[in-house]
């Protein structure tokens, strides 16, 4: 059976996250009902990482393997033709190996999240950014940021659902930088690693935004670190801004499209 990569941008809001839930309408199900539209069937994809309800992306990737040989270009044409209304996109279609894995094989996952920082309510933006009043201070939260980057256990930076067997992961870089957009000043936060914990980048998120609005100082996020507690955790951030940006792998199978 031919394998093909797909990459998906989506926006989050009408979905309950992305993995398949019963009765319950999903990223994933809805991808796999427009595959059974094209071969009429069972379909279960793959994807490098699952992100929650609310939750955006930008360059989501995903595996199917289907009975025909499809042109990629025809296959993710007809996908987005039966993926409407929803929100999904297939950015790009590539036939790959049948032993490449879109989770397996990556080497790195790309998030993205923004906070918008201005008191006017958000119109344009709505949904896909966290609003907050205050302008928030961008070197201490990357002057705390910094002290989080390298292999740590998170353990207070995890759910308590988080069902990753172990706490201990290696952040690549979490940088926060402002970018003055259209719509005000925001802070945007570019977080890489080979693989997270459940609600990692929230946590982070929502720890940094603390450190930004002068309730937290930066020496207590390396406490918060050191605790090993998930009490010591700032407030989650909630998902809006959070946006699955790409996902890294050794040989690109999207290099040459």
């Known amino acids: 059976m031919p394998r093909y990569a797909l990459k998906i941008e989506y926006h989050g809001a009408p979905f309950v996250g992305w993995q398949r839930q019963r009765a319950q309408h999903s990223v994933q199900g809805a991808i796999e009902a427009a595959l059974a539209k094209l071969e009429p069937r069972d379909h279960t994809i793959a994807a490098a990482g699952r992100t929650d309800a609310g939750v955006h992306g930008l360059a989501q990737v995903a595996h199917c393997d289907m009975e025909r040989d499809w042109s990629p270009f025809r296959l ?40 918008l920082m201005r008191r006017a309510p958000a119109t344009h933006l709505e949904g896909l950014v966290w609003q907050v009043k205050p302008q928030l201070d961008i070197a201490a939260m990357q002057a705390a940021a910094a002290q989080l980057v390298g292999k740590h256990d998170f353990t207070t930076f995890r759910s308590t659902i988080c069902q990753a ?75 809006q801004g959070l946006y699955l940006a790409g996902v890294g792998y050794p040989d690109d199978p999207f290099a040459t499209t």
């Not at 039966?82 to 032993?99: G, K, M, N, S």
């Not at 290696?170 to 003055?180: A, F, I, N, S």
């Not at 929502?206 to 009490?231: I, K």
Request: proline fraction near 6%; aromatic fraction near 6%; hydrophobic fraction near 40%.
């Open 76 to 115: 993710s044409e007809a996908l987005n033709y039966h993926l409407r209304p929803d929100p999904v996109a297939i950015l790009d279609c590539v036939e790959v190996a049948e032993d490449w894995h879109a989770r397996f094989s990556a080497r790195e996952r790309r998030y993205l999240f923004r906070i």
């Open 165 to 239: 067997e172990s706490p201990v992961k290696t952040l690549d870089r979490l940088d926060v930088t402002l970018v003055e957009g259209t719509h005000g000043p925001e802070a945007q936060f570019d977080v890489r690693a080979r693989s997270f914990l459940h609600n990692q980048v929230r946590s982070f998120v929502g720890t940094l935004e603390r450190v930004g609005a002068q309730s937290m100082t930066v020496d207590g996020v390396r406490d918060a670190l050191e605790a090993r507690d998930r009490a010591a955790c700032g407030p989650v951030s909630p998902p």
